[in-house]
């Protein structure tokens, strides 16, 4: 399962430039199972996630301030926020993993040859 936002860092169509698309908050990962893959089973291709940004519902979602996507805030504070890939199952894959991936932990990972 690949999850993938580089490229689409500011978003695409109506939405182009509007959002932090490589930065959003993620939703459930949990209880998945990839089995039998050529390369990776789960397999994270993004960066680390805000947490705060100014979009909002009275913003209509998007984001005002790019400057507000970044991993840092104004004064230098980490603006991560933790993530977690839960009770999952691997299986003869070859791989699993991400490359420079922020503030997210593999729990309860199963996995096997």
Not at 10 to 22: F, K, N, S
Not at 45 to 68: A, E, H, I, N
Request: hydrophobic share 30%; net charge negative; charged share 15%.
């Amino acid at each position: 399962m690949l999850y993938q936002a580089q490229g689409l860092e500011g978003g695409r169509g109506t939405t182009a430039g509007q959002l932090c698309a490589d930065q959003q908050h993620w939703g459930r990962l949990e209880g998945n199972t990839w089995h039998g893959h050529g390369r990776f089973g789960t397999y994270v291709l993004v960066s680390v996630f805000p947490k705060r940004t100014d979009r909002s519902l009275t913003t209509g979602g998007v984001v005002v301030d790019r400057d507000s996507c970044g991993a840092w805030t104004s004064e230098g504070g980490d603006a991560g926020m933790p993530q977690a890939i839960s009770s999952n199952v691997d299986y003869d894959n070859v791989f699993v993993g991400q490359y420079g991936l922020g503030d997210v932990q593999y729990v309860s990972l199963s996995h096997g040859a």
